[in-house]
């Protein structure tokens, strides 16, 4: 089940997330990669070439292809998406040809429905030719549309190497919930691997001086997760996944010809270990072909994250 998902359906009250954006944007692949099956569809409904809602418990996706204007006379447009709870707009981040069509649809979607959050996501980031934050903020104009109508957001996302998704969930989870962020969630830190794609080796990292049959278990089980998640994500420069082995959370992390997968807790927070795994990357990259000593990186520069 995928993490945004399981958030979804874990809370027992009805909710609708809103996906809009132009034909091509990303939305089918998002939708997908949610719900990971077609056997999590319990309702498809098209009763329109433009619209599409998929169901799973209280648990509903609302999806609409949008054209050169807002259909704002459309009653289905104001019963199922205004009345979602949260709003996606679509981008697809390598066509800067649609930027300017993108912009006038956000502007008009904004003063035409007044919603108080936005949340716009850049699709497609595995790709060389993707645009940059900084290029989307330009080119949308987001900055003074956030400053003068509504609160935007905006992310960047890949459907294929999963890079954004947890953000998304944190966003969804924020807004949805009202749950605000704490400074620093500490995560448990219970063991690490890592591997190097040129030389194959993989480094793998203890954090607990007692570790129990449960977890050395998991970790035999992660070297072949690990294995496969490389060969699965050879052709990309960078891509994250997250598993569950036992009572772990697993996030797995690609930049380049590296992975780092860390063993936290089951309640610890996924961002924040996404960004641990980021970091241990960047510092591990120039010694791929020379022993590490994983153990005191981790705990010098985390050491309120080994609790063990």
């Not at 998902?5 to 944007?25: E, P, Q, R, Y």
């Not at 259909?71 to 979602?84: H, T």
């Not at 959370?249 to 930049?255: A, D, M, S, T, Y």
Request: net charge neutral; aromatic share 6%.
């Amino acid at each position: 089940m995928s993490a945004i998902k399981n958030l979804m359906t874990k809370f027992d009250v009805k909710i609708s997330i809103a996906i809009v954006g132009l034909v091509n944007s990303g939305k089918t692949e998002f939708v997908k990669r949610i719900l990971q099956s077609d056997e999590s569809i319990g309702a498809s409904v098209s009763n329109t070439t433009e619209f599409e809602l998929q169901t799973l418990d209280n648990f509903s996706l609302l999806t609409w292809d949008l054209g050169e204007h807002i259909p704002q006379k459309k009653a289905l447009w104001k019963r199922s998406i205004l009345g979602a709870n949260a709003l996606l707009f679509f981008i697809d981040s390598t066509n800067r040809d649609s930027f300017q069509q993108n912009k006038k649809l956000i502007k008009d979607l904004v003063e035409l429905n007044f919603p108080i959050r936005i949340l716009v996501l850049g699709s497609k980031s595995d790709l060389p030719n993707s645009a940059s934050v900084g290029e989307l903020m330009t080119g949308l104009d987001l900055m003074e549309l956030d400053k003068t109508k509504c609160d935007v957001d905006l992310y960047k996302f890949s459907s294929k190497t999963g890079e954004g998704l947890y953000a998304i969930e944190e966003w969804l989870n924020r807004i949805l919930f009202k749950r605000r962020e704490r400074v620093i969630n500490y995560n448990k830190i219970a063991a690490c691997i890592t591997l190097c794609e040129e030389s194959g080796e993989i480094n793998e990292a203890v954090l607990t001086d007692t570790p129990n049959l449960t977890l050395l278990a998991t970790l035999r089980e992660l070297r072949r997760k690990v294995t496969i998640f490389s060969r699965t994500m050879r052709v990309h420069g960078s891509g994250e996944e997250v598993i569950e082995i036992a009572n772990f959370k697993i996030p797995i992390v690609k930049e380049h010809r590296h992975i780092v997968a860390i063993v936290v807790g089951p309640h610890d927070s996924v961002p924040r270990a996404m960004e641990i795994s980021r970091n241990i990357l960047k510092i591990i990259a120039p010694y791929c072909d020379k022993s590490i000593n994983l153990v005191k990186i981790i705990r010098d520069l985390y050491p309120l994250d080994v609790t063990y």
